[in-house]
C-alpha cells in the first residue's frame, strides 16, 4: 500500500507540460527551447504566475538546527554560501525546488556537500537515516536530541585556511585590495551582458541586456560562478550596485516612471553601455 500511494505521489509530481516532452530529438531543440531548459529554478523574475497568499510563520526547530548546521559547515571550511545556495536552489531541479520547504533544500544541500567532499560515505548517511527513524519509533518523541559519534578536526579541512585567516575581518573584506582597480565609476552607464546560462549564476535573466547605472562601487570577492563550485585559486572581482528604470526592464511597467531596481553584479557580467 505505501509503494502504491508514493507511486501515486510520484506521478502527480511530474511536471505538467504544454508540450509532449520525453527525450527530445537534437533537431527538436533551437536556442530558445535550450535557454529556456537551461533557466534557473530560482530566477523567477518575469515569469507569470498566479495570485500566492503570504502568511507570517514561526521557524520550527529542525529549521533552526538546519540553518545553524549549515553555519557550522560555512565555518568548518566545508563550504561556502554560493555553494550552498547552488546545492540547495539550482542543483535540485524545479520540482523539488518548488516542491520542498526552504530549509528542506538546505537539508538535502548539507547532506550532498558533506558526502561529495568525502566527509562521510552515503552508505553512512542511509544508516544513520535509518538509525535515527528506528529510535525515534522506539522512543516515541517527536524531537531527538543530536548524537554525534565523533566530533571532527577542523585542520583536516584545507579550505579552513579561508576562514582563519577572515577572522577579525569578514568576508568580503577579506578579499580587499585583490581585484586590482575597478572597471566602472560611479554614474557610468552600463549594459549586463548576455552571457549563456550554464549551470549556477545569480545575475537575473530579466536584467540581460538591460541599461543602467552604477550607484556604488561595492566590494571585491570571488565571482558566484566560481565561489559556488570552490574555485578559491581564482581572482576575485568587483561587484557594483546599478540601478535600473523599472519602465526598461517590464513592458509594460504600469507603475511611476521615477520607480527603480537595484541589483548587486559581478564586473564580469557588465560592459559599456556605449
Given amino acids: ?31 530558445a527551447v535550450f535557454r529556456a531548459y537551461m533557466k534557473t529554478p530560482h530566477d523567477v523574475g518575469g515569469e507569470p504566475d498566479a495570485p500566492a497568499v503570504f502568511e ?20 568548518r571550511g566545508i563550504w561556502t554560501s ?9 542543483d535540485v531541479g524545479r520540482t523539488k525546488y518548488l516542491g520542498l520547504p526552504y530549509y528542506g533544500r538546505w537539508v538535502l544541500a548539507a547532506a550532498r556537500c558533506l558526502v561529495d567532499k568525502r566527509h562521510i560515505t552515503l552508505g553512512e548517511l542511509i ?11 522506539t522512543t516515541g518523541t517527536a524531537f ?42 560611479v554614474g557610468d552607464a552600463v549594459r549586463v ?21 552604477v550607484v556604488k562601487v561595492s566590494y571585491e570577492s570571488l565571482t558566484p560562478e566560481d565561489e559556488a563550485f570552490g574555485r578559491d585559486d581564482q581572482k576575485p572581482e568587483w561587484f557594483y550596485i546599478v540601478r535600473f528604470k523599472m519602465t526598461d526592464l517590464w513592458q509594460p511597467y504600469t507603475g511611476s516612471s521615477n520607480d527603480t531596481l537595484q541589483a548587486e553584479i559581478s564586473e564580469r557580467w557588465l560592459q559599456p553601455a556605449t
Wanted: proline share 4%.
Fill in 1 to 31: 500500500m505505501a509503494n502504491s500511494v508514493m507511486g501515486d505521489l510520484v506521478s502527480q509530481l511530474r511536471l505538467a507540460f504544454h508540450r509532449f516532452q520525453d527525450w527530445a530529438y537534437p533537431d527538436e531543440i533551437d536556442h
Fill in 56 to 75: 507570517e510563520k514561526e521557524e520550527e526547530q529542525w529549521e533552526l538546527n538546519t540553518f545553524v548546521t549549515c553555519e557550522v559547515m560555512g565555518w
Fill in 82 to 90: 554560493e555553494e550552498r545556495r547552488r546545492l540547495g536552489n539550482v
Fill in 127 to 137: 544508516e544513520r537515516v535509518a538509525e535515527v527513524r528506528e529510535r525515534r519509533a
Fill in 144 to 185: 531527538l536530541e543530536a548524537a554525534p559519534r565523533t566530533i571532527g578536526d577542523g585542520k583536516a579541512v584545507a579550505r579552513n585556511r579561508h576562514h582563519t585567516e577572515a577572522l577579525g575581518k569578514g568576508d568580503p573584506q577579506y578579499f580587499a585590495g585583490t581585484a586590482g582597480t575597478p572597471r566602472f565609476v
Fill in 193 to 213: 551582458r548576455d552571457l549563456p546560462t550554464i549551470f549556477y549564476t545569480r545575475t537575473q535573466e530579466y536584467l540581460r541586456g538591460k541599461t543602467g547605472t
